[in-house]
């Protein structure tokens, strides 16, 4: 079975910078796309950004364009999510999500998800 962990959740002042981490297993193969997805106090989870692990292509929300970068190692079956410049409303628990077949950050495409991790930006 694929399981996903995610980590690096912190509390950062605002304009800090935070890494997460989303550790894969189970993988049959490399041609998984891996999403991050957030859902911040009081709101409905929103996605963040993708990444193919064998194409490497990339998608980001309007929001965290030129802010967040999403990175993947796959020798280490890891994606991250370089999250730079952060910002208040970049509060929320994050979490990661896998799936070999779609593409794209529709929710319901992907089958497997991670624990949340929480990330907290103070002002």
């Known amino acids: 079975d694929v399981q996903l962990q995610a980590s690096g959740g912190r509390l950062r002042a605002g304009r800090g910078s935070l890494r997460l981490s989303c550790t894969a297993s189970?993988?049959?193969?490399?041609?998984?796309?891996i999403a991050w997805y957030r859902r911040a106090p009081g709101k409905q989870r929103e996605g963040v950004s993708c990444?193919?692990?064998?194409?490497?292509?990339?998608y980001y929300i309007e929001d965290v364009k030129g802010r967040f970068t999403i990175s993947s190692d796959n020798a280490k079956n890891t994606v991250y999510l370089q999250m730079n410049d952060l910002k208040t409303e970049d509060t929320g628990v994050y979490y990661c999500?896998?799936?070999?077949?779609?593409?794209?950050?529709?929710?319901?495409?992907?089958?497997?998800w991670g624990q949340g991790t929480q990330v907290t930006v103070s002002s």
């Open positions: 999500a896998a799936d070999a077949v779609g593409w794209g950050m529709m929710p319901h495409m992907y089958d497997y």
């Open positions: 189970g993988f049959a193969s490399d041609d998984y796309t």
């Open positions: 990444i193919n692990l064998r194409d490497q292509s990339i």
